[in-house]
């Protein structure tokens, strides 16, 4: 048996999310069947992230144990032969047993992106949220440098959230306009259920003059939900890259897990 790790690109739209459920379909069960045909074997992966329903990934990051005689590096061809075009394989790496491609990231970097515009988008529509009002991009950004630092982030979390503990570091955050596109980067060691949706939801709300620019400030001292703003819609969002430790590479045994 060999441990293998995958670069997974997909987009959402057409899924239930990553994890597969029984109410529909999913990128995690897609992906399984066509390893399990190509391998000859029952294949079961494991994702660097549970993304939601519509949301997208450049870079979700997958592992899964197999005996196939298929080298690391040709996964992706074979793979991108039998997967739909929305989803594709970009990279195939053998990894050691130990390694865990959720267990052992230490950052992860996510993009939300609004179209900010009065009529939308027929190109973006299902990978941008629309806001028909101007946002002002100086108070959202003036509330993004808030984030930067190890907080408790109870108030940032959605129901459902499982995570053992809810203190977070964020080492970026930024703003940017580009014409009508606005894209939130959202740099940190691991986020919350509903984290950066929720982010993005509060600075939108930031950027229309509904909150003030102290708002996350006051979700970290009052751990308070109601203090930020809503969740934002999930075509928006995208998992961009995942991070690990060199270490994870070659001793990943040594390394601590993170929940």
């Not at 032969?81 to 990231?105: C, N, T, Y």
């Not at 108030?155 to 203190?167: D, E, R």
């Not at 995208?238 to 601590?256: G, I, K, Q």
């Amino acid at each position: 048996m060999k441990r293998i790790l995958l670069t997974c690109e997909y987009d959402g739209t057409g899924y239930v999310g990553w994890q597969r459920q029984i109410n529909g379909l999913s990128v995690q069960q897609v992906l399984e069947e066509a390893l399990t045909t190509c391998c000859g074997e029952t294949i079961q992966v494991t994702g660097s992230s549970r993304t939601d329903a519509g949301v997208h990934a450049a870079g979700q990051m997958v592992h899964f144990d197999t005996s196939s005689s298929i080298p690391p590096e040709k996964f992706p061809f074979v793979l991108n032969s039998m997967l739909p075009p929305d989803i594709r394989i970009q990279a195939g790496h053998e990894v050691p047993p130990a390694f865990h491609a959720r267990f052992l990231s230490c950052g992860k970097l996510y993009t939300y992106r609004i179209i900010n515009n009065a009529h939308g988008s027929a190109l973006w529509r299902l990978r941008a949220s629309h806001i028909p009002v101007h946002l002002d991009l100086m108070r959202m950004q003036v509330a993004a440098d808030t984030l930067i630092g190890t907080h408790d982030c109870a108030a940032f979390q959605a129901s459902g959230g499982t995570a053992k503990t809810t203190i977070r570091t964020l080492d970026s955050c930024s703003v940017v306009r580009t014409d009508d596109l606005i894209t939130i980067t959202v740099h940190g060691n691991a986020f919350l259920y509903n984290m950066v949706r929720i982010i993005a939801g509060t600075l939108i709300d930031i950027g229309h003059g509904r909150r003030s620019t102290n708002a996350f400030e006051e979700a970290f001292a009052t751990k308070n939900r109601l203090a930020l703003g809503p969740t934002a819609p999930p075509q928006g969002l995208e998992l961009t890259s995942v991070d690990y430790p060199s270490e994870a590479y070659v001793h990943p045994e040594l390394l601590r897990w993170h929940t």
